[in-house]
């Protein structure tokens, strides 16, 4: 249970295609009295050690006391099924604190073969 | 249903839209609004190829060979497959569809795998042989091969009309003519 900062959604497609840029969205709620510095992080789970992260351009906030915001992150799809493990922190006592995690899982999506634009360029004598 | 039946005096190039049927094959056929046709099996349309005016007129002899280039978009798992250059005429009859004279493969090539579209770029030669009557012009057209369709434009070209001549082979003189005559 959260103390602080409480992830209560992770937005992310059900699949995405290898090597593909997944963007996601990590919403926390902030359920302290006052104002709270607010952290995300992120790894992907996959079977590969250690983790790799998840990208969030801007990874931090100062909540309003109960107010919900999202942080933007991206990765690129691996070729398997990856679970993301989202993180929240939050800053006391000059350090950042560990203080949530929520997982989702993405699904691979197979490729469709798709073919278009097809024209002659040249024809000659060879 | 208003249907048309098949009539010769049409201009193959320029059909109205709807349905229309071989009434010696008792074939369906459909042309869109935009001139787009279609053949009817098995409750699906299938696009025929469509026709272009050839954008220049290649000169080959028996003999010779004809190399085609063609470019497309590829996006998806890796695909083996071919690619069939066409040198044939618009069928003077109902469907005036392409009526293949001879053609030829490329050797097999494996599309690499990509999430976003690709473009790509490949070559198919065909021999000029006797098949291919002398003193006429021919039009050509290319598609992909093994396990995928034709669709005009997407797996395969539209048809470029009278894009080669076959040259006689014969020695062959023109315009001749006396160009000046004095005394000396």
Known sequence: ?126 | MAVKTMEVTLNPLALSSGWYQDTATGQWYYCDEEGKRYIYVAGYLYPAVAWEPAPKVVNVRHGDTLRIDVSFKYSGPAKTCKLRGVIGNLRTVWPYDFDEVIYAHSPSFTIPESTDPVIQNRSVSISIITALAAGKHYSIYAKLENGIGFKEGETGSVALRDAVFVVSAEPTFTEFKITDYKKV
């Open chain 1, 1 to 126: 249970m959260a103390q602080v900062a409480e992830i209560f959604l992770i937005e992310a497609p059900a699949e995405a295609a290898a090597g593909s840029r997944v963007d996601i969205r990590v919403h926390i709620k902030s359920n302290a009295s006052t104002w709270a510095g607010i952290r995300v992080g992120g790894a992907l789970e996959y079977g590969v050690s250690p983790w790799p992260g998840i990208t969030f351009p801007n990874n931090w906030a100062n909540f309003p006391p109960g107010e919900s915001y999202y942080f933007e992150g991206y990765f690129t799809m691996p070729d398997k099924k990856v679970t993301i493990h989202a993180y929240s922190y939050y800053y006391a006592d000059g350090r950042w604190h560990f203080d949530d995690e929520k997982t989702r899982d993405i699904k691979l999506a197979e490729l469709v073969p798709i073919l278009s634009e097809f024209k002659i360029t040249d024809y000659r004598k060879v």
